[in-house]
C-alpha cells in the first residue's frame, strides 16, 4: 500500500465517503476516487480517471453492489486502457472483510 501511495499516476477508486475515509487513515498520501459524489456515470468517471492516472486500484465493497460496479468500471476503465490493480481485492480477502469502511480496524 506504501508503494499505491508514492505513485503519482495511480488511483484508488471507492464507493462511498466512509471508504474513503477508512483509506486515508491507512494510507494519508493516496489519491481516492469517490465514485458517489460524481455528477457523471460510470463510464464518464473512467473518461475522467483516464485522463488523469494510468493504473487503477478498486476498492470497492465485496457485496453485489460493489461487485457490480467492480465489474462495469473494470470494462470501462480498459476501454481507456487503464491498467487494473487487483490488489484491494486481494486486501479485502486477505483480512477477511466484506466492506472498506470495516478496514479502519485492520492494522496493516
Do not use: C, W
Not at 53 to 75: C, H, P, Q, V, Y
Not at 91 to 97: D, I, V
Amino acid at each position: 500500500m506504501d508503494k499505491i501511495a508514492q505513485e503519482e499516476r495511480i488511483v484508488l477508486i471507492v464507493e462511498g465517503k466512509r471508504d474513503k475515509f477508512a483509506l486515508q487513515r491507512l494510507i494519508p498520501k493516496v489519491k481516492i476516487f469517490l465514485l458517489s459524489d460524481q455528477k457523471r456515470s460510470l463510464y464518464e468517471s473512467a473518461e475522467h480517471i483516464a485522463s488523469n492516472f494510468n493504473e487503477a486500484m478498486l476498492m470497492l465493497d465485496a457485496d453485489k453492489k460493489g461487485k457490480d460496479l467492480s465489474k462495469r468500471m473494470i470494462t470501462y476503465l480498459q476501454m481507456h486502457g487503464i491498467k487494473i490493480n487487483r490488489d484491494g481485492e486481494k486486501l479485502l480477502k486477505l483480512t477477511n472483510r466484506h466492506h472498506i469502511e470495516d478496514l479502519r480496524s485492520v492494522v496493516i
